[in-house]
């Protein structure tokens, strides 16, 4: 990704089915947990716009973010993973100072936006999807 011109991925997103089991489980690795309720409204989702009701929980290993995602409820790339029998890691997030340049140099390697969502000018984040990969790279533009 980088001779793409791309950043390095900062963090790792496993999908769980029960946050708080995931949570007992890897405490001891990643923790300690911030926990946070995400609901998100009219999301594009496969070329349509839903509601999507998240519960993630971030921690760190060194300089890499760790990130649980349960859901609550409605479609996403999260659901989708859980309902093929999907558990642990989903996708491969990189910070981005540009999120559409970025998604542009990703769709130039194979890779279509699955997911996105923009809130305000400078908040913008979507999932990309190479063929069938299970694993999804994310793009993040927030300002730090």
């Given at each position: 990704?980088?001779?793409?011109?791309?950043?390095?991925?900062?963090?790792?997103?496993?999908?769980?089915?029960?946050?708080?089991?995931?949570?007992?489980?890897?405490?001891?690795?990643?923790?300690?947990?911030?926990?946070?309720?995400?609901?998100?409204?009219?999301?594009?989702?496969?070329?349509?716009?839903?509601?999507?009701?998240?519960?993630?929980?971030?921690?760190?290993?060194?300089?890499?973010?760790?990130?649980?995602?349960?859901?609550?409820?409605?479609?996403?790339?999260?659901?989708?993973?859980?309902?093929?029998?999907?558990?642990?890691?989903?996708?491969?997030?990189?910070?981005?100072?540009?999120?559409?340049?970025?998604?542009?140099?990703?769709?130039?390697?194979?890779?279509?936006?699955?997911?996105?969502?923009?809130?305000?000018?400078?908040?913008a984040f979507s999932y990309h999807q190479r063929n069938s990969e299970t694993t999804m790279i994310e793009l993040l533009q927030m300002p730090h």
């Amino acid at each position: 990704f980088q001779e793409a011109g791309l950043p390095a991925i900062d963090q790792i997103g496993f999908v769980v089915p029960d946050m708080d089991q995931a949570l007992q489980e890897y405490e001891s690795l990643f923790g300690p947990f911030e926990r946070m309720d995400s609901p998100l409204e009219q999301v594009w989702f496969r070329g349509q716009r839903c509601d999507v009701h998240l519960e993630l929980a971030f921690g760190q290993s060194g300089d890499m973010e760790i990130e649980f995602i349960a859901v609550r409820s409605g479609n996403s790339p999260h659901s989708e993973f859980l309902a093929a029998g999907g558990n642990g890691v989903q996708h491969l997030r990189m910070r981005v100072d540009n999120h559409d340049v970025a998604a542009e140099k990703l769709k130039a390697l194979g890779y279509e936006a699955v997911w996105h969502h923009r809130i305000g000018d400078d908040i913008a984040f979507s999932y990309h999807q190479r063929n069938s990969e299970t694993t999804m790279i994310e793009l993040l533009q927030m300002p730090h």
